[in-house]
């Protein structure tokens, strides 16, 4: 039996591991193809620069010392744009864009947004959850508050965005029981 979590701003029902699948596939596609396109603008703005000036500095690059980037910064930079990209949205509105899309939001022990620090601190996780085998991620589907590795490590918690979407299971709050009417004198 999960442990009601003190809980005053938001109502909502745990989110299932699918629903958060399609989520993170969704943010991977908008990093994934953002990513993409700053470098083919960016070397569409050097070709440019090239034809306009007859300066190559692509030939320039490949001499200089001072602007030569390792090959393992280069591969850091997916995981440090999706890391940062989650960090800033999750702190400020609650949601990525593929959890807002699918109808998430990640949510504190008080039903609030993340502080910077939980949802910085989902980001290391996220990674240790992947690590063996993706066990901290499909521990959601074991978990009765539904929670991977990376929502135990920053006490959050994701929940369907909307009331009541999934009337079978409660979320962090017991169900309010219903209201006894009132009886009338003699009843």
């Given at each position: 039996m999960p442990n009601p979590v003190l809980h005053?701003?938001?109502?909502?029902?745990y989110a299932g591991?699918?629903?958060r699948v399609?989520?993170?596939?969704?943010d991977a596609l908008i990093v994934t193809t953002s990513i993409t396109l700053s470098v083919v603008g960016f070397?569409?703005?050097v070709r440019f620069i090239s034809v306009v000036t007859f300066f190559d500095p692509i030939e320039w690059y490949r001499y200089s010392v001072e602007f030569t980037i390792p090959p393992i910064l280069i591969g850091l930079i997916p995981p440090i744009t999706f890391a940062l990209y989650e960090i800033i949205l999750i702190a400020a509105v609650?949601?990525?864009?593929?959890k807002a899309i699918v109808g998430l939001e990640v949510v504190n022990r008080r039903g609030e947004h993340?502080?910077?620090?939980r949802a910085f601190l989902r980001v290391p996780g996220k990674y240790l959850a992947a690590a063996p085998l993706l066990l901290g991620y499909f521990w959601i589907?074991?978990?009765?508050?539904?929670?991977?590795w990376h929502d135990k490590i920053a006490q959050t918690w994701v929940v369907y965005a909307w009331a009541n979407a999934r009337p079978d299971e409660d979320f962090l709050m017991p169900r309010a029981a219903a209201p006894v009417p009132p009886q009338l004198p003699g009843e």
């Open positions: 005053n701003s938001k109502y909502g029902y591991f699918v629903s399609i989520a993170t596939f969704i070397s569409y703005i609650g949601r990525t864009i593929g993340p502080s910077i620090y589907l074991a978990d009765d508050e539904r929670q991977g």
